[in-house]
């Protein structure tokens, strides 16, 4: 069994709606490919469920937009902030669920958070500018007859 500081990264339960939820019917097997052992397991979710879920996150989406730039960077300073925080413990939940080595994990829990850092301090940059894609450019560039 791993061994956490935080047993409550690892979950055999679902996030639906807003809250976790036990499913008791069906599960998957999570298995350390490494040492074929189980490590884990998480509930099935029915396509119900999932439904459900993605009329929830319509619903949060509209509740999100009306959040300030501010709270919207402070959110995931807070996500980039956790996971710091609680590296050792994802990267032996990655380590068990992948057979990746610790130090690749932890890497790799590095590498998401510098994405999750550049988000939230880019929400603070958001001035409304759009900036067209390299198509748009190319086909003005090319009936502009230049």
């Known amino acids: 069994m791993m061994e956490l500081k935080n047993k409550e990264l690892f979950r055999a339960q679902n996030f639906v709606c807003g809250q976790w ?23 099935h979710i029915s396509l119900d469920e999932v439904s459900k879920s993605i ?3 319509k619903i949060a989406q509209k509740q999100w937009e009306k ?6 960077a402070d959110i995931l300073m807070n996500f980039h902030d956790l996971m710091i925080e609680n590296i050792d413990d994802l990267a032996t939940i990655m380590t068990n669920e992948q057979g990746k080595p610790l130090f690749e ?17 880019e929400a603070r940059r958001i001035y ?17 007859n230049l």
């Open 67 to 72: 959040t300030t730039v501010k709270n919207r």
């Open 55 to 57: 009329e929830f996150a």
């Open 105 to 121: 994990a932890k890497a790799e829990i590095m590498f998401s958070c510098s994405f999750i850092r550049w988000f939230a301090e």
């Open 21 to 43: 939820v036990d499913i008791e019917e069906q599960f998957i097997s999570v298995v350390n490919p490494s040492t074929n052992e189980q490590v884990g397991r998480v509930p």
């Open 128 to 144: 409304g500018d759009i900036i067209p894609a390299q198509s748009l450019i190319e086909e003005l560039w090319s009936s502009s």
